[in-house]
């Protein structure tokens, strides 16, 4: 068990990023207060930005020249587990996906190629009852004009064509834009 400051010196850090580690949660502290270095290095590896962590310095050779060590197993490179919910690089992976997500919208809204769902869904409702007005009109301006043709009372043409009219805008309501 270690001190804040004895473990940033181990870590080569200064005790106020030690500190501020323990604070945000990235490194856990025993109920005595001090740092397990074990425990602490693992959740500091996994919790960290990659990018932002110092190139490790370069150690000098004990070994004879001429000799070749033997590749390191699969177990030895492998990455420390990493704590339950979303590793630093899986949230940071996420946050830039969202972004070039988002990126790309933008510009397929600057090009046009993109509208908005609510306007499209205005716009259809408002062709929609105008077409509908429209067609409600039609038989009371065509009823006169057939029944003259067919030789027959204005009254009944109107009736059936205003009966067939609202069947028929009765099926077409039936019709839902779907704008996903």
Same mark, same amino acid.
């Given at each position: 068990?270690?001190?804040?400051?004895?473990? !940033?010196?181990?870590?080569?850090?200064?005790?106020?990023?030690?500190?501020? $580690?323990?604070?945000?949660?990235? /490194?856990?502290?025993?109920?005595?207060?001090? /740092?397990?270095?074990?425990?602490?290095?693992? !959740?500091?590896?996994?919790?960290?930005?990659?990018?932002?962590?110092? $190139?490790?310095?370069?150690?000098?050779?004990?070994?004879?020249?001429?000799?070749?060590?033997?590749?390191?197993?699969?177990?030895?490179?492998?990455?420390?587990?990493?704590?339950?919910?979303?590793?630093?690089? #899986? !949230?940071?992976? !996420?946050?830039?996906?969202?972004?070039?997500?988002?990126?790309?919208?933008?510009?397929?809204?600057?090009?046009?190629?993109?509208?908005?769902?609510?306007?499209?869904?205005?716009?259809?409702?408002?062709? $929609?009852? #105008?077409?509908?007005?429209?067609?409600?009109?039609?038989?009371?301006?065509?009823? $006169?004009?057939?029944?003259?043709?067919?030789?027959?009372?204005?009254?009944?043409?109107?009736?059936?064509?205003?009966?067939?009219?609202?069947?028929?805008?009765?099926?077409?309501?039936?019709?839902?834009?779907?704008?996903?």
């Amino acid at each position: 068990m270690m001190s804040v400051r004895a473990y !940033a010196r181990q870590r080569g850090v200064s005790h106020t990023a030690v500190r501020k $580690a323990v604070l945000a949660g990235r /490194i856990p502290r025993e109920p005595d207060g001090t /740092i397990d270095p074990v425990k602490a290095d693992a !959740a500091w590896e996994a919790q960290s930005d990659p990018a932002k962590r110092p $190139a490790p310095a370069a150690k000098p050779s004990t070994k004879p020249t001429g000799v070749v060590s033997p590749p390191p197993s699969p177990a030895a490179s492998a990455d420390p587990p990493s704590p339950p919910g979303m590793s630093f690089a #899986q !949230a940071r992976t !996420a946050h830039e996906i969202a972004k070039a997500q988002r990126a790309r919208i933008q510009v397929q809204r600057l090009k046009s190629e993109m509208v908005e769902r609510a306007s499209a869904m205005n716009l259809v409702f408002k062709l $929609a009852r #105008q077409e509908r007005d429209a067609w409600i009109n039609w038989p009371a301006r065509v009823a $006169a004009l057939m029944a003259a043709q067919m030789g027959v009372e204005v009254s009944v043409v109107q009736k059936i064509l205003e009966t067939q009219v609202r069947a028929h805008l009765d099926e077409l309501s039936e019709i839902r834009p779907d704008f996903r």
